[in-house]
């Protein structure tokens, strides 16, 4: 069945049948290859921008992605960052081809947002909306959605908004496909595609979990009813949604381990959340001063101001719903949309990211097509004669005396009507060469925007410099650009910034939530710092600080034991990762994997076989081919004096292990597995093993460490076996 768009007053209104078949349907091509090529050239700056942000933790530094057995932990593992496995699936095989290389990655994004504004226009074009092209064109050029475009990581956003628009693609076919009663196999493919494509979206974001939403307001917007059957047909959505909305849930949760959370009550938050709704509709419109992190917002429950925007907005949405039968429905489905692609970011549930601000403009990439399409849909009633969507036939426009009989007439009886109010021959020679000179001054200014807004993308001391140009007060860029320039080595500008994000004075900040928090995060960075430039008293002392804040900090307090380590006080070191064992056993099992590794290590330097033994073969538990755990689990096993920790054969399986894995390129490794060849009486293979690991820390410079493994090779050559009875000084 096909459709049509009848409109008051310029807005369209309703999908009417339409008999008229597309004359320039082979023309379309030509539309969507420029369509291509203008979103391409916008996003140019992105194609040499490197990786910023959390970048090293999705991609970079993410194991996932490389070592062996990755893939499975993609889809069954907890560790994951986030589970959106379709996302980490083509980060898999985008590291396979180009590496750690940012402009495959980069490249890859662009083009699937390309690709996006290309599902936008065809399922606008099903839907016969007017400006479909040019709706699809301010979509792919929208400054908005350059956070989600040129940070490598946002792929969840444009892989997602791929699957979601397919999805909408394909529930329009199979609806039509039912309201016309076509064959039972097409209606049913059509509808198979449909759930696939919407369960692939959600496992690459849960933010489209409201499409089964959309799709009962879509129907309603094209039939002016939604009947039980067409409930029932959502069913396999709501049930998609609700599945991986949960698992998301449990994920941020498990992500947000020692992040102070979010404490306000409902009440804050539906102030919040309505201050939300009109900023993000206010960056659409006026996209100027985007920055990667907005300050958090005041919004006190007691103060009845605070819940003006939501008011506004409910007025809005009921004058909408007073009009639904002329130009308030197509407001009403446009807002409604809006509202319902942003409702998962409105703060009625945790998010990680909320601890930093309650807005992104990356957040309302999916929101962001409703009031385009409007938008676009009522530019081209206005301007354009014959108010038909780029790349297909004009209609012949009718007076608006047709208008109003087809709006009175029953919707069976209805003639098609094109979408303008009035139309004569002169009118249409101005209204043309104004429509093209509108859009072609829109796509310039929007792809300007895009080109000079995507260069600030480039690395992360441009976008941390560029953030704090806009925002002076950002204590948050701040950090984060201390943090960009400590990794590359400037100590005294980094501390400069960390003591200048610690000093900005905020009047707004609230006592008891943000200013902890920005304290705690001034402790835990400039004790970095001070650890990386040798003052490694001042930065225990700044860890210490931190813990006295947020006691289950567990990053500080790792560090912490750490440093303690290298002042020489061992067992102090041990009770703090004790604790920070104790503080993360709901945490992520990669962390605790690392401080059952270092716990053991230092148990074991420390003569506590046993306890040694012991957090190694958790540290296994969790990741049974990690070397290091392997390698200092041989060596406890094999040089305990304590014959009930001893194990031989356990040994040498370990050490073999971590050998194969580190393919005999790791002098610690290699005196592992000597000892274990020792401890299981195999001298000439512990000699030889030894022989190497000499060869190689020789190669290494490393002295302190040769010697050691001169005076093991003393042993072996006597056939005696290494046996630790204290205090360990092994390098």
């Not at 195999?682 to 190497?692: T, Y």
Request: proline share 6%.
């Amino acid at each position: 069945m096909n459709h049509s768009t009848v409109a008051l007053g310029g807005l369209p209104l309703l999908p009417q049948n339409n008999p008229k078949a597309p004359v320039f349907e082979g023309r379309n091509w030509v539309y969507g290859f420029a369509l291509v090529v203008v979103t391409v050239l916008a996003y140019s700056p992105v194609w040499r921008a490197g990786f910023i942000w959390d970048d090293d933790h999705n991609v970079t530094a993410n194991r996932m992605l490389s070592e062996p057995g990755g893939f499975k932990q993609i889809w069954s593992s907890t560790e994951s960052p986030q589970y959106y496995p379709m996302v980490f699936t083509l980060f898999f095989a985008e590291h396979a081809l180009w590496g750690n290389s940012p402009a495959g990655y980069h490249i890859v994004n662009v083009l699937v947002h390309a690709l996006n504004a290309l599902l936008f226009w065809r399922v606008l074009k099903r839907l016969e909306v007017p400006g479909s092209w040019l709706a699809a064109l301010i979509f792919a050029l929208h400054p908005a959605a350059i956070e989600s475009v040129a940070w490598v990581s946002e792929l969840k956003n444009t892989l997602a908004m791929c699957f979601f628009l397919s999805s909408l693609l394909f529930f329009c076919q199979f609806d039509e496909a039912n309201s016309s009663g076509s064959a039972a196999s097409r209606r049913y493919l059509h509808y198979f595609l449909c759930v696939s494509f919407f369960i692939l979206g959600i496992l690459s974001k849960t933010a489209i979990a409201p499409l089964p939403v959309v799709l009962l307001l879509l129907i309603w917007w094209r039939r002016g009813r939604i009947r039980p059957g067409d409930v029932l047909r959502t069913m396999p959505f709501f049930a998609a949604a609700l599945a991986l909305g949960l698992i998301t849930i449990w994920f941020e949760q498990h992500q947000s381990v020692g992040v102070p959370a979010r404490s306000d009550n409902f009440f804050s938050r539906l102030a919040t959340a309505g201050c939300a709704v009109w900023f993000y509709l206010y960056k659409l419109i006026f996209p100027v001063h985007l920055i990667s992190v907005y300050q958090l917002w005041q919004t006190p429950p007691l103060r009845l101001t605070s819940y003006v925007p939501c008011c506004i907005l409910f007025l809005a949405l009921a004058v909408g719903w007073h009009y639904r039968r002329t130009w308030g429905k197509a407001c009403l489905f446009a807002f409604g949309y809006f509202i319902l692609m942003l409702l998962p970011v409105l703060g009625f549930i945790n998010i990680h990211f909320m601890h930093v601000a309650l807005v992104a403009d990356r957040w309302q990439y999916f929101a962001m097509l409703g009031p385009i399409a409007l938008l676009a849909a009522i530019l081209t009633s206005k301007l354009n004669p014959y108010a038909q969507t780029l790349g297909e036939a004009p209609q012949t426009p009718v007076p608006d005396e047709s208008l109003e009989s087809g709006m009175n007439a029953p919707a069976e009886s209805r003639e098609p009507q094109a979408a303008i109010s009035s139309f004569n021959g002169s009118t249409a020679s101005v209204r043309i060469p104004a429509f093209v000179a509108l859009v072609s001054l829109l796509a310039l200014i929007l792809c300007s925007m895009t080109w000079f807004q995507s260069r600030v993308y480039a690395e992360p001391e441009t976008l941390w410099r560029a953030t704090l140009r806009r925002d002076p007060s950002c204590w948050r860029a701040e950090n984060y650009l201390g943090q960009t320039l400590e990794e590359k080595g400037n100590l005294d500008e980094a501390i400069f910034h960390y003591l200048r994000a610690a000093q900005l004075e905020l009047p707004g900040l609230r006592p008891g939530y943000e200013e902890n928090h920005r304290k705690l995060i001034f402790y835990h960075l400039y004790g970095d710092a001070l650890l990386r430039k040798g003052q490694v008293e001042g930065a225990i002392a700044q860890y210490e600080k931190a813990l006295t804040l947020v006691p289950q900090l567990v990053e500080a307090r790792v560090k912490l034991a750490r440093a303690l380590i290298q002042v020489g006080k061992p067992e102090e070191a041990i009770g703090h990762y004790k604790l920070a064992l104790a503080d993360y056993l709901a945490g992520p099992a990669n962390e605790r994997l690392h401080i059952h590794n270092e716990l053991g290590g230092l148990l074991f330097k420390q003569g506590q076989h046993a306890d040694a033994a012991y957090h190694l073969q958790k540290a296994l538990e969790m990741r049974p081919d990690f070397p290091p755990a392997l390698a200092t689990l041989a060596l406890v096993l094999a040089t305990s004096s304590d014959a009930a920790v001893r194990d031989g054969p356990r040994a040498l399986q370990c050490a073999r292990r971590a050998d194969e894995l580190t393919g005999s390129r790791n002098p610690m490794v290699l005196d592992a597995l000597a000892a274990a060849y020792a401890e299981c009486g195999q001298f000439p293979d512990a000699i030889g093993a030894i022989q190497l690991a000499i060869e190689l820390s020789d190669r290494m410079g490393n002295s302190a460490l040769k010697k050691q493994l001169e005076s093991d090779l003393a042993r072996y050559q006597a056939g005696t076996p290494v046996r630790n009875t204290a205090t360990i000084s092994r390098p």
